[in-house]
């Protein structure tokens, strides 16, 4: 009796746990299942006043060591010479040879935060026809905003991620050597004038185009924020009013609202890249019942020419005669049954018909003209 009661006790002991290890797997599943598809609110909107404002510049790239402009570029050489004049070097134009020297494009994004004496990073491309711009140093470049102001001041050393020599009969290049960087390589003269904390309203711009998806980014605001200070003005707009307690101090309340989590929604899409090949579904594409069948014709002709040469002595003549070969190879393809009720299911029924990417493009294009394919067809 006491061994039967003593293996009782031990399957019970083994049933319970078999129901916590089946009970902690669904509550792993289910918490999974809700975080892998959420994401952070500052991943999928901009915030009205947290923006960077683009700055560009013309300056003159020194130092190379003969992979600069050429004379067909006449702006460098007047640039040469019109800096040179400032500095009080009288020189004809005609006179330069800027194998040295590279005009170049100046830019840089400013934060709208950014104040007087904060560094900025700079990237520098070549304007004219400079081989590379490998060792050069940049000249003091005035950067401006779209209102013609002058905002940062740029110069220093460039670096580039590349290099390109050449010689008589070869060359070799690596990356592109005509654009660079300079990292904190301009100073920033003058801010924006704007007041971030006195904001009264705020505007979300959503990346994500879906009015689900800008509902949910509403109702979570206004229940984290206990209260109806957000509504949606369109698909992808949401107006914020600022409660009074964070008048003048809003960095707490955005702290507090990037961080919440959103589960983006949108259109069944599939993205078709002709150039390369390349084709992507998105996760609610859905196929309905079709069949489907590709194959490919494939053709090839051969030319040859056969010579008939008449005997020794004879009064013959050399004959030439073109000869053809034709061959055909079709593919014999059976006719498949596809249903795809997820990404999966589709992804293995076209793999099933052996499609290659480019095939898959006009696979697509035909599912979508049949009415099977339910989704949206973006070619870029």
């Known amino acids: 009796m006491n061994v039967e009661r003593k293996k009782n006790t031990e399957i019970k002991s083994l049933a319970m746990r078999l129901v916590l290890v089946l009970l902690l797997a669904a509550c792993v599943a289910v918490w999974s299942a809700g975080k892998v598809y959420a994401v952070r609110l500052k991943d999928i909107s901009n915030f009205s006043g947290v923006r960077n404002n683009e700055l560009v510049g013309y300056g003159l790239v020194v130092g190379l060591a003969g992979t600069g402009d050429g004379t067909s570029s006449k702006f460098t050489m007047t640039s040469m010479a019109n800096m040179l004049d400032k500095m009080g070097v009288q020189v004809s134009a005609a006179d330069l040879k800027p194998k040295n020297v590279a005009s ?10 950014t104040k007087p004496g904060s560094p900025l990073d700079v990237t520098v491309s070549s304007l004219g026809d400079a081989k590379s711009l490998m ?3 940049l000249l003091v470049t005035p950067l401006k905003g779209l209102d013609g102001r002058v905002y940062a001041v740029a110069q220093g050393a460039l670096t580039i991620g590349g290099f390109a020599i050449s010689g008589e009969a070869a060359t070799a290049q690596k990356n592109i050597p005509t654009v660079g960087r300079i990292p904190n390589g301009a100073v920033v003269e003058r801010g924006v004038p704007f007041k971030f904390n006195n904001q009264g309203s705020m505007t979300l711009n959503m990346t994500v185009r879906d009015f689900n998806t800008t509902m949910q980014v509403v109702n979570r605001i206004n229940a984290s924020m206990g209260g109806e200070f957000a509504r949606a003005k369109d698909i992808a707009t949401v107006e ?7 008048r003048g101090n809003m960095v707490p309340l955005m702290a507090s609202l990037e961080n919440l989590d959103i589960s983006p929604d949108g259109k069944a899409k599939v993205v078709v890249d002709e150039k390369t ?28 020419e056969e010579v008939s040469q008449p005997g020794p002595f004879s009064e013959g003549t050399t004959v030439v005669t073109p000869q053809t070969e034709l061959a055909v190879k079709e ?17 293995d029924g076209l793999n099933s018909i ?10 697509i294009r035909a599912l979508k003209v049949a009415g099977s394919l339910h989704a949206e067809v973006e070619v870029i």
Request: aromatic share 2%; charged share 15%; hydrophobic share 50%.
């Open 135 to 137: 060792g050069g140093v």
């Open 104 to 113: 170049v494009m100046v830019s840089a994004k400013m934060p709208v935060s």
């Open 240 to 246: 914020l009013a600022i409660p009074d307690r964070f």
């Open 331 to 347: 593919q014999n393809n059976r006719l498949m049954l596809m249903e795809g009720a997820t990404l999966q299911e589709l992804v």
């Open 277 to 304: 090949g390349t084709v992507v579904l998105g996760q609610d594409v859905r196929l309905t019942k079709v069949a489907v069948a590709h194959g490919n014709l494939q053709v090839v002709i051969a030319e040859s």
């Open 354 to 363: 052996g499609a290659a990417p480019r095939d898959l493009i006009s696979i």
